[in-house]
């Protein structure tokens, strides 16, 4: 069975982003006028070449009127993943640009468990005031769609999706594993030995081990292990605890430049710019593609003024954030409230065929 990813839309370059929110930035976003259209079979979209242009100020002349006395002190930023990690840092990172756009503190709280579902609770608990900003990814759509929480994103108010980030595997340069293939080898080795090879994953990685377990023939020669985040599943590689990680480029990216670390495959259609020689599953015969965003959102009962120009500020955030992401190889990629609602709306059917194919949900 093969499942793809909605396309996201179009990703901007730190210039024409710039240009395009001081157009559209006089105007408070509106809601989708559209339907939303059914995912059709695409590649997973990277983020488009950014260049070396310099982001444009934001132009506080060209805003949506700012709620009187708001902000009139720091807000909270929930992020429902372990402090560290590669979701972690993206939000900070975040939440740092839009501070500097709305003249206030963001002070990120790490508020995990339940695969990123007690964070979600816990923001969705908070007064509807604007001054809590929620960390939605991957697991937020998923959690509903298992069962283990009630809460969706249709609960929040999306100010923007800041990332689509691609999986990728990854074990450590003494394992003499060079290729994927070497790996399989000994996990099947390790299988008519008795013993399992072990995966560790946090969160949505789990569908992407499980894909490619089932997908290279290994799903009884292997052990996926949960981890809080990120940050633990490099620890455990490192200590030699862990025989493979599926995660991101972000958290993996410094352990790959002190040698410590090894990229074996690509959960993307297409190589990444920076590792050309790291071959994606496709191309090694395996149909096992996923991705995840990061959102970020305030309850959905928060007053329209402070939604629309915590939106518009968003907007004005993300040139900033772009120069860090694309250094830390985070997968910036842009959209604007309606856009990244629409996106969710056709992502959430994608999951649950993931999940219906794994035997985690009926």
Known sequence: MKIRFPRPFVALTAAALSMTVLLAACQPSQPATQPAATPAPAEQQQPAD???????PADPS???PQPAGFPSGSLTGICPWAAGG??????????????????????VLNITGGSGSIGITDALGRPANGYTIAMLNYDTLSNEISGITQDSFRDFEILSIFTVQGTNFFVHTDSGWDHFEDFRAAAMEA?????????GVSGLWYHAAALMAREAGISDAITIIPFPG????????????????????TIALPHIEAGTVAPLGVMGERRLENFPDVPTFIEMGYDVVQSSFRAAAVHRDTPQEIVDWLKWAAEEAFPEFLVWAEDAQA???FMNSADSVEYLENLQPVIREIMVDLGLAN
């Open 86 to 107: 590669a979701t972690d840092i993206a939000f900070r990172s975040y939440m740092a640009a839009l501070s500097g756009v709305i003249g206030a503190d963001i002070n």
């Open 50 to 56: 950014t260049g070396a242009a310099d982001p444009a």
């Open 230 to 249: 990120s940050a633990e599943l490099i620890t455990e590689l490192l200590g030699g605890h862990l025989d493979g990680i599926a995660t991101t480029m």
């Open 62 to 64: 060209c805003a949506p």
């Open 331 to 333: 997968d910036p990629y």
């Open 191 to 199: 299988e008519a030995a008795g013993r399992h090879l072990q995966i």
